[in-house]
């Protein structure tokens, strides 16, 4: 192996276990009487978990896994800008607009995982 090579796969490797590392963070437990805030949050542990399988069984390399996680990262922030606004909770309106957003990357991961 040359150095160009081994250093694109240390690169690759570190992108890979910053992702997965980004994931676990991200995983939340429901919390009571926030219905809403559970919805998202359980969406977004899912497709945690449907990323990391792609990962895993090669179907994703780790610069679709990093933009992957990335875009579930800056779904996680807005749901936290939301419900500091009120109380913790989430309007349905913004329940929507989240759910939109992980409708676009639950496609996205959908079709890199198939291709």
């Known amino acids: 192996m040359n150095a160009k090579t081994t250093f694109r796969n240390s690169l690759i490797g570190l992108l890979l276990s910053a992702a ?3 994931g676990a ?4 437990t429901d919390v009571p009487g926030h219905p809403r805030v559970n919805e998202v949050n359980n969406r977004l542990e899912n497709q945690q978990d449907r ?5 895993k069984d090669g ?3 780790a610069k679709q896994a990093t933009r992957d996680e990335t875009r579930d990262n800056n779904i996680a922030a807005r ?3 939301d419900q500091a ?4 909770h989430l309007t349905k309106r913004e329940q929507r607009n ?4 992980l409708n676009k990357d639950s496609r996205n991961i959908h079709r890199q995982r198939k291709n």
């Open 98 to 101: 989240l759910n939109k957003s």
């Open 51 to 55: 990323i990391q399988a792609g990962v």
């Open 20 to 22: 997965l590392a980004s």
């Open 25 to 28: 963070a991200m995983a939340q």
């Open 79 to 81: 749901e936290s800008a």
């Open 59 to 61: 179907q994703l390399n």
């Open 85 to 88: 606004k009120h109380n913790g």
